[in-house]
């Protein structure tokens, strides 16, 4: 049974810059949320996705977008890259209504 | 808001004792989940245990267990036994059951604990 699976692993950018990231969800699950984790700090919510729509959002700019495909897969995009977006970007994928979330290993952004 | 406090920023416990992690909750919702996800150097998040806050009996995995005390907001984190694969960071977690914003995880600071062998 495939867990979560997040690519690219490490990904360094230039101020300005844009940039994607994608999820795969844990066989079976229909719903990805996406969070950001700063050094040192919990994960925060970003969005969540749902039947291809965004279903939630925390308090993030409109630079950070995402889109969930027919397969359930996900993408996260942030445009026009700071400094302070530098974090570890984690996906989860739940069921819809079932409150557990399981996480993929994250992808490491720098943005230098 | 809901807030999640984790006022223990770094724990350490011998191989084989017993530690406790605590966390407290603000919140005016009835109906919600309380979590506990550990996140080992590797930075994989891995779900520990689960709890509703409908269920007044304590959840348990194997030597894993929370004390709930829904009053008080309070939900720690019980390790039996501890092992050197515990060493990680601990987050304390909290999500709606329902209404605008559930099940979206909102997150304490971590505590890091320290196995010592």
């Known amino acids: 049974d495939a867990g979560v699976t997040q690519s690219p692993t490490h990904l360094i950018k230039t101020r300005g810059q844009q940039v994607t990231l994608r999820c795969s969800p844990k066989?079976?699950?229909?719903?990805v949320s996406w969070y950001q984790q700063a050094l040192g700090q919990g994960p925060q919510f970003i969005f969540q996705?749902?039947?291809?729509?965004?279903?939630q959002r925390g308090n993030f700019p409109d630079r950070f977008s995402g889109h969930q495909f027919p397969n359930y897969s996900s993408e996260l995009n942030v445009n026009a890259l700071l400094l302070g977006d530098s974090a570890l970007y984690l996906c989860?994928?739940?069921?819809?209504?079932?409150?557990?979330?399981?996480f993929g290993p994250g992808t490491r952004l720098t943005v230098t | 808001a809901q807030t999640v406090t984790q006022s223990q920023p770094e724990m350490s416990v011998q191989e084989a004792e017993t530690v406790t992690l605590s966390c407290t909750y603000d919140?005016?919702?009835?109906?919600?989940?309380l979590f506990w996800y550990k996140q080992p150097p590797s930075r994989q998040m891995i779900l520990v245990i689960r709890?509703?806050?409908?269920?007044?009996q304590n959840a348990t995995e194997n030597r894993f267990s929370v004390n709930f005390q829904k009053a008080a907001k309070s939900f720690s984190l019980k390790i039996s036994d501890s092992q050197l694969g515990d060493t990680a960071m601990y987050f304390c977690?909290?999500?709606?059951?329902?209404?605008?914003?559930?099940?979206?995880?909102?997150f304490g600071k971590g505590t890091k604990l320290s196995v010592i062998p």
């Open positions: 709890q509703e806050a409908y269920k007044q």
């Open positions: 989860a994928s739940s069921l819809v209504g079932l409150s557990e979330q399981y």
């Open positions: 996705y749902y039947e291809e729509e965004e279903r």
């Open positions: 919140t005016s919702e009835n109906n919600y989940y």
């Open positions: 977690a909290y999500s709606r059951g329902s209404g605008a914003g559930s099940y979206q995880l909102t």
């Open positions: 066989s079976g699950h229909d719903t």
